[in-house]
């Protein structure tokens, strides 16, 4: 059975930098693609980073910012996240999907999600 764990979310102020990973377990695909979604409250869950086969993608209000380290993939993803900003506040999710997507901000591309972890940046 599929899981997906997120941790290292926490409370920094602005400018600060968090990482946070996704351990994957039960994995049985031979081929796959990973993301990391974040969700604010009143808000739709929105794609933040992508990664597949090395290959990495970032929305364009975190590129620069935040970074899939090389490496990183099953079974676990980080985000290293840096020069944050109080509008990066959310709950953070990894996703799984069972192959390749066409649209990796698309939430209906993936299979799996983990439980999301809590990212708070005060002013």
């Known amino acids: 059975q599929m899981q997906l764990m997120e941790s290292g979310g926490g409370s920094v102020q602005t400018g600060g930098s968090l990482s946070l990973s996704c351990v994957v377990s039960?994995?049985?695909?031979?081929?796959?693609?990973m993301a990391w979604f974040r969700q604010a409250p009143g808000k739709e869950r929105e794609g933040v980073a992508f990664?597949?086969?090395?290959?990495?993608n970032y929305a364009d209000f975190v590129r620069g910012r935040f970074t899939i380290p090389a490496g990183s993939g099953e079974p676990t993803s980080h985000l290293q996240m840096n020069s944050l900003k109080p509008e990066d506040t959310a709950t953070y999710y990894c996703?799984?999907?069972?192959?390749?997507?066409?649209?990796?901000?698309?939430?209906?591309?993936?299979?799996?999600w983990g439980q999301g972890t809590q990212v708070t940046v005060s002013p």
């Open positions: 996703a799984f999907g069972d192959g390749g997507v066409e649209i990796w901000g698309d939430v209906d591309e993936y299979n799996y």
């Open positions: 039960g994995n049985t695909y031979r081929q796959w693609s």
């Open positions: 990664i597949r086969d090395g290959d990495t």
